[in-house]
């Protein structure tokens, strides 16, 4: 039977990429050894495969509509963060991104087709590690909606409902930073409340709270400046109904800003 076969949340800082982060990548090294086991475990279901969706809180995001992108090839580089190489290029899967769309507006889901072919950080940065060791599917990418976790997460029982009517299986990746607030030198300056944000989340993924994620405190989610909750949601829909064995394999904020990888294997 098709359908989801393996999902994960793991972070978008360009700096841990070795050509940008440099000496650097040393401070989230915690980080760095679990995007490393990420794709390990996604390397074993590879053979299972057909497809990569991920999640992305970057790139073409929506007001009201789920954008997702229909394109045939992708490409990206770090040029943005100070070098031009690598360029990671990838297929897509246009067929399964169409009928997506299709069976969305079925349920009244909203959804919009994009055609934009250069990929943003938030899909690049969890992408490298797969890629570096040999993962050569296509993709999927899908940027969030500034719209509530709850029609979020229905778009995610919509995405694994696609991939079993049209016979793919797929793996789904939602690309998260946590509080952005951690430090008083972080991105989006000092709270805090962001270490909380942080330390529930985490919890709440451990214990697969669903319910506990999707009704989060909007407040405190605000204050935190997070970019997680949108990507989960979708994530978690996809998943809803199958067993499922989740691992958080780490968590840190080495800049300011929380990094958590974790790992959803389909059972």
């Known amino acids: ?67 997702i992108y229909t394109g045939h090839v992708f490409e990206g580089h770090f040029g943005a963060f100070g070098v031009s190489k690598p360029v990671l290029k990838f297929k897509g899967d246009p067929d399964f991104g169409h009928h997506i769309v299709k069976e969305a507006r079925k349920v009244n889901v909203n959804v919009a087709q994009i055609t934009e072919t250069f990929l943003d950080h938030g899909v690049l940065v969890p992408m490298y590690y797969p890629n570096a060791l040999g993962v050569k599917k296509p993709i999927l990418p899908v940027a969030i909606a500034f719209i509530p976790l709850k029609e979020l997460f229905n778009f995610g029982k919509v995405l694994a409902k696609a991939a079993e009517s049209l016979g793919r299986n797929i793996a789904v990746i939602a690309s998260s930073d946590m509080s952005h607030r951690l430090t008083p030198d972080a991105p989006a300056g000092y ?47 996809a998943l809803d109904g199958l067993k499922v064995k989740h691992e958080v394999l780490s968590y840190e904020g080495p800049f300011g800003v929380g990094y958590m990888i974790a790992t959803f294997e389909v059972e």
Do not use: Y
């Open 1 to 67: 039977m098709a359908g989801v076969v393996f999902g994960a949340i793991a972070p978008h800082p360009p700096i841990l990429i070795p050509e940008v982060g440099g000496k650097r990548i040393r401070e989230a090294e915690k980080s760095k050894k679990a995007l490393e086991e990420f794709a390990r475990r996604l390397k074993a279901k590879s053979d299972a495969i057909d497809t990569i969706v991920v999640i992305t809180p970057h790139g073409e995001v929506g007001q009201a509509a789920v954008p």
């Open 191 to 237: 709270d805090p409340k962001g270490k909380v944000f942080d330390e529930t989340l985490v919890k709440l993924v451990e214990n697969m709270d669903v319910e506990g994620i999707l009704n989060f405190d909007p407040v405190l989610a605000e204050v935190a400046g997070q970019d997680a909750l949108w990507s989960i949601a979708v994530l978690l829909g």
